[in-house]
């Protein structure tokens, strides 16, 4: 059955995303937030970035017409009954994906297929707690998901060829390149993304060089397009944390483990560009190293 109607839920930095991006190859998108407070700001997110995007030449104000006029908000929850396919972005915690999933594997028709944009949870986890693991996949998109070209379809051991290929024909129809990666924490590239990054804080916390330079070794040294801890920030402090924690667990392998500096930043609300402060201090009018 062809995709006609997503549901993305969670509007934060991924969904609201996904939720563009979806909207503009032309699907109708079912938004659904926690509260209406977050769902505005989450639609706000969108509304702005379209606009620039008419700003800057690259769309059309028809375009974004258009594409505004196939959502729908909501935060009700049994809303995403009338979804062909379910795109979860909530916070990085497999008790909340999966009291989730168990609400809408009940509500929702039996064709529906799920799929998580987690970084680092299992997907067969996740699939285990409903009656269709044929149906459950993996989206994994990446920051900013308008931008990036890539998607990461993971594939659990249930995955049916069909779900597949319905996950990997919405990704190309979004516009990104698909990439194929078993289900195993951090698929292909948090696997060797996540102890880089971190690797950068012990780095930083040992005092071998500023945050700033140590940004700028790997931008003019490595021809990165952003410094790892750049990257961290805009990437979220708190999101991170739970990926390493995850990861850590999963493999037992000291280079995943969360440096203590990560955990006190994240305990002090420094979350990064989200919360205005990270590595970076982005109250200020040009982002400064907060250290
Ligand atoms: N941040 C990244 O760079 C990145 C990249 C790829 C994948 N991911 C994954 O995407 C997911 C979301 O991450 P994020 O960075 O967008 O987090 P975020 O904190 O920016 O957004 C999460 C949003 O989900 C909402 N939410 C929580 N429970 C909900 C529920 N039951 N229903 C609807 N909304 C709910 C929250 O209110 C919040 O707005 C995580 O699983 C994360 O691991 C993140």
Redesign the pocket.
Known sequence: MAIQTVGV????????GIAQIAAEAGYAVIV????AA?LA??RGKIESFLKKAVEKGKATQDQVTATLGRFTWTTE?ADLAKCDLVV?????NMP??Q??WKFLDAKCPPHTIFS??????SIGDMAACTKRPQNFVGL????PVPLMRLVEVVRTISTSDATYQAACEFGTKTGKTVVTAKDTPGFVVNLLLVPYLLDAIRAFEKGVASAKDIDNGMKLGCGHPMGPLELLD???L??TL??ADIMSHEFKDIRYAAPPLLRRMVAAGMHGK?SGRGFYDYTAPAAAPAK
């Open positions: 839920v969670g509007c934060g930095l991924m969904g609201s659904r937030e926690v509260d977050l700001k989450g929850l979860e972005a909530i916070l990085e909340a994906k009291e989730l998580s944009n987690t970084s680092s949870l994994h998109f990446f920051n805009f990437v979220g708190d999101t739970y990926i989200k």
